[in-house]
């Protein structure tokens, strides 16, 4: 919108002047295989005889930014902007990724055992990673050379956090897992006159069920003892 461009123009450019460049313009999709220009080869590092395809994305923006311009220095400074893309593209490196199937929360009954193997991988096959534990819920235990944790739940809320590092260049990453821990059904005493009281105790999903040894009466309640 010419009206409110933030943009410098030089001398003789308004917004007005490119914005109708813009309209008229029809962008030219050429063959390179058709243009044999050797300026534009050697201007953008192309091997004449080599085939398009081959062309990395440096050269290839140069060489459409020559055609169309006819501006060398432009085309050069597109070759440059490229090829520092393509290096920074090589040279970037990312930490250690952890197994996937780590889970990011987990819902827990109290007493449940909990047993995880974590581990984590670099991009790069020859570099080690060291994993360490930055957080673990209280009495958990965290194996740091085969990544196997430990712990058995108790009532509440609790998180643990594994980090992952790169040793050859010191990328770290981490995983975090929160643990929701419910409490076990408390166990009740039913009072019933004349007959005999079964206490249940749950645990999980499983109800035992204890039958009584012997029978004390107090003031007509009768409680089983197990």
């Known amino acids: 919108?010419?009206?409110?461009?933030?943009?410098?123009?030089?001398?003789?450019?308004?917004?007005?002047?490119?914005?109708?460049?813009?309209?008229?313009?029809?962008?030219?999709?050429?063959?390179?295989?058709?243009?044999?220009?050797?300026?534009?080869?050697?201007?953008?590092?192309?091997?004449?005889?080599?085939?398009?395809?081959?062309?990395?994305?440096?050269?290839?923006?140069?060489?459409?930014?020559?055609f169309m311009t006819n501006d060398i220095n432009l085309a050069k400074a597109s070759l440059m902007a490229g090829n520092e893309l393509l290096l920074i593209r090589k040279n970037q490196r990312n930490p250690p990724s952890f197994n996937s199937l780590l889970p990011l929360s987990m819902n827990l009954i109290q007493g449940r055992q909990v047993r995880l193997n974590v581990f984590a991988t670099s991009e790069y096959p020859s570099h080690i990673v060291e994993l360490f534990d930055l957080y673990r819920p209280?009495?958990?235990?965290?194996?740091?050379?085969?990544?196997?944790?430990?712990?058995?739940?108790?009532?509440?809320?609790?998180?643990?956090?594994?980090?992952?590092?790169?040793?050859?260049?010191?990328?770290?990453?981490?995983?975090?897992?929160?643990?929701?821990v419910q409490a076990n059904a408390p166990s009740t005493v039913t009072p019933n006159s004349g007959r005999n009281t079964t206490v249940t105790t749950t645990s999980g999903s499983n109800n035992l069920v204890k039958e009584a040894n012997f029978i004390i009466t107090i003031l007509g309640l009768t409680v089983l003892f197990g």
């Open 1 to 66: 919108d010419p009206s409110s461009s933030l943009l410098y123009y030089e001398a003789g450019q308004t917004p007005e002047f490119f914005n109708e460049k813009n309209r008229v313009f029809i962008p030219s999709f050429i063959d390179p295989i058709t243009t044999n220009n050797s300026t534009i080869h050697s201007s953008c590092n192309i091997n004449a005889t080599s085939s398009p395809s081959s062309w990395n994305l440096a050269q290839r923006t140069c060489y459409y930014d020559l």
């Open 138 to 180: 209280e009495n958990a235990t965290f194996d740091r050379n085969t990544g196997i944790f430990r712990w058995t739940a108790i009532s509440g809320e609790y998180y643990l956090s594994i980090g992952a590092r790169d040793t050859t260049y010191n990328l770290i990453s981490k995983h975090d897992i929160t643990f929701y």
